[in-house]
């Protein structure tokens, strides 16, 4: 018989209000916050362990031999997480911005 091999039926949900969909935003909006501050903070910690390794003193540039193929990658590694972070954090407050308008356009 063919009602055993019939698909069940999938119920969609309603939609989300604009409220709703707000604090669904706001809830993914300090993730992102959040592992923002954490980049930007293990970023800081590195720099701060691991001053630039050329300087200038008066008219002289120094450079450290021997460090400067390794320890830029980690720190490149860093600004493109936070980079990456913070791009989530702006498109999350522009979906935000979004959210708020629609329900100032439905009042």
């Known amino acids: 018989m063919n009602w055993f091999r019939r698909k069940p039926a999938t119920i969609e949900p309603p939609p989300l209000t604009a409220e709703q969909r707000l604090t669904l935003v706001n809830e993914k909006y300090r993730a992102a916050e959040k592992a923002y501050d954490e980049a930007c903070k293990d970023l800081q910690k590195y720099l701060t362990q691991h001053p630039d390794?050329?300087?200038?003193?008066?008219?002289?540039?120094?450079?450290?031999?021997?460090?400067?193929?390794?320890?830029?990658?980690?720190?490149?590694?860093?600004?493109?997480?936070?980079?990456?972070?913070?791009?989530?954090?702006?498109?999350?407050?522009?979906?935000?911005?979004?959210?708020?308008?629609?329900?100032?356009?439905?009042?």
Do not use: C, I, W, Y
């Open 53 to 107: 390794r050329v300087s200038l003193r008066g008219d002289r540039l120094f450079v450290q031999v021997n460090v400067m193929h390794t320890q830029p990658v980690e720190r490149k590694r860093l600004e493109t997480m936070r980079r990456e972070k913070l791009a989530r954090r702006n498109e999350l407050l522009s979906e935000r911005a979004e959210v708020l308008q629609g329900a100032h356009h439905e009042t």
